[in-house]
């Protein structure tokens, strides 16, 4: 497979290109992993990304760009306004890490116990960050105003729209909104391109089971809560078959079940923690509804009561627009050659980048970053998770083209 205009085999923008963009960052491309890896390095959770927003925010206030802090907690926002008329189109990146402990070996492993970036934020406030720098250097012959979000908490689903609330697109009537994730999955250097739906939607739950507490000698004087919850766990998967058509696709998952104090005592209460997930919103809205009806009629039938909480923040599934998409993938068979931009499909995993994409058209794509001859590479949210370094230069050339082809009236 050939590479794509101004990348090298390797997957990394080749310096010997006659794109000035793919110069531009092939020349940057050190401190690029440099800034990556020292974000890695230093990862914070959701809502506590202070030190990657000051240091996003340092980067981009130096660089010329106005720059908001403080926006939904610890998110950042950079204004760009290029010397030209043109449109306004929103750019946004992630921040926040994962409570895992880290399991690779590598200089620049995670310095904070029990925290890691193992779904590649780091690698994409990265991205973002050089974007910005990179355009902001061709002011003069920038058309339309480049707004950057780089975003809190997308990881329990809260800081979208804790951004969107106080009006962050409105501000700058933002016309398009545009993002990247880098998957490990995907080989580098390749684009994966998804018109319409592309996530699922998630929803987080708790079902309680609230029974009568006993001695375990005696269990025909209790209501045994861990009994109706085993009764209810068994029968989630049927419910999601009889309420999803076959061609569709939903997972429910139960991820902690927590009950009880000791061997021989039955508790009073079990409770089952877990997550929803949908292509469609209508199978969305039946399964939550159908939860409810059957956990509590499962729980009647042993005399014991259900209530199912959401838990949380939630987000809907995240749709691409056609157009956008269409017109995106065509910008970036032009930049990195069409050989790298493939087409692809749903996947079960969320992102609330959905929230953003509700209130104004845009695309949501995927960049490779798996590192050649790795067959089995660890799927995100693995303590053993790793992108290759060399994706994001690939991530850099494809967001920084696609704004300036967007931003042009």
Known sequence: ????????????????????????????????????????????????????????????????????????????????RGDHPGRTIAWRADMDALPLTEAIDVPFASGTAGVMHA??????????????????????????????????????????????????????????????????????GLVEMVPGVSMASADFIDIEIRGRGGHGAVPHLAVDPIAVAAHILVGLQDLVRAAVPAQEAAVLTIGQVEAG??????????????????????????????????????????????????????????????AETARAARALAIELGAERVVAGGPVMASDDMSLFLERVPGCFFRVGACRPGHPDPPAHHSPAFEIDDACLAVGVQAGASLLLHCLAP
């Open 119 to 188: 779904c590649g934020h780091d690698g994409h406030t990265a991205i973002a960050v050089e974007m910005a720098e990179i355009l902001a250097a061709r002011r003069a012959s920038l058309p339309g105003t480049a707004v950057f979000l780089f975003q809190p908490a997308e990881e329990v689903f809260g800081g979208a729209r804790r951004m969107i609330e106080p009006g962050v697109l409105e501000r700058e009537r933002v016309d398009e909104i545009y993002g990247l994730h880098l998957i490990s999955r995907l080989p580098r």
């Open 1 to 80: 497979m050939a590479a794509p205009r101004g990348v090298a085999d390797t997957g990394r923008v080749s310096p010997a290109s006659d794109d000035s963009l793919a110069v531009h960052i092939a020349r940057r491309e050190e401190q690029l992993v440099e800034l990556r890896r020292d974000l890695h390095r230093h990862p914070e959770l959701a809502f506590g990304e202070r030190r990657t927003a000051e240091m996003v925010a340092e980067r981009l206030h130096r660089a010329g760009l106005e720059v908001t802090t403080g926006v939904a907690v610890t998110g950042v926002v950079a204004v760009l």
């Open 261 to 322: 104090s000791a061997r021989n005592i039955i508790p009073e209460t079990a409770l089952l923690r877990g997550s929803l997930r949908a292509l469609r919103e209508r199978d969305r809205r039946e399964l939550l509804e159908r939860l409810t009806a059957y956990c509590a009629a499962v729980a009647a039938g042993f005399r014991a009561g259900a209530i199912v909480r959401p838990v949380g923040d939630s987000c809907p599934v995240l749709a691409s627009g056609e």
